[in-house]
């Protein structure tokens, strides 16, 4: 259940908290692309895994980017070639300075909105998921108590 309510959150386009909340929209808004996937593969939904033991659970990823789209934050890189060669082609076609400033620069700072997909660690159970889970379970307890 909890799987199926994070991966969910790509359809919704946001998360549920407390009350929905919707994902910043795209800078390059493009109709008909998804706000976090965009033309990607789709890696990060697909990562997600569910691990259980005796008496837990925890949905993760393996994915490195994954914390940075969870809880937004800015990062700082150097321009790999094939950004530079993406940023002088945009600087070529819209003769913007922005694009050359990029093409140029030594490090880019790069800010991520936060676009929450599943509960940041340490700071408990959606109470959504957890009011979920909590009916299921209870339901589960009274149709094994009715068959006794």
Do not use: C
Not at 98 to 125: C, H, N, S, V, Y
């Amino acid at each position: 259940m909890a799987l199926n309510f994070y991966k969910d959150s790509w359809r919704r386009q946001g998360y549920i908290d407390t009350r929905f909340r919707r994902w910043a929209p795209r800078q390059d808004p493009d109709q008909g692309r998804a706000i976090l996937i965009g033309k990607g593969s789709g890696r990060l939904r697909r990562s997600l895994r569910l691990r259980t033991g005796s008496d837990w659970w925890e949905v993760r990823t393996d994915v490195p980017y994954a914390k940075i789209h969870n809880e937004g934050g800015t990062i700082r890189q150097v321009p790999t070639p094939r950004q530079r060669k993406f940023f002088w082609a945009r600087y070529k076609r819209t003769g913007d300075a922005k694009w050359k400033r990029f093409a140029l620069a030594k490090e880019l700072r790069i800010t991520i909105p936060q676009r929450q997909f599943m509960d940041i660690p340490g700071q408990g159970l959606s109470p959504f998921l957890e009011k979920r889970i909590r009916l299921h379970l209870e339901r589960g307890l009274k149709r094994a108590l009715n068959d006794v």
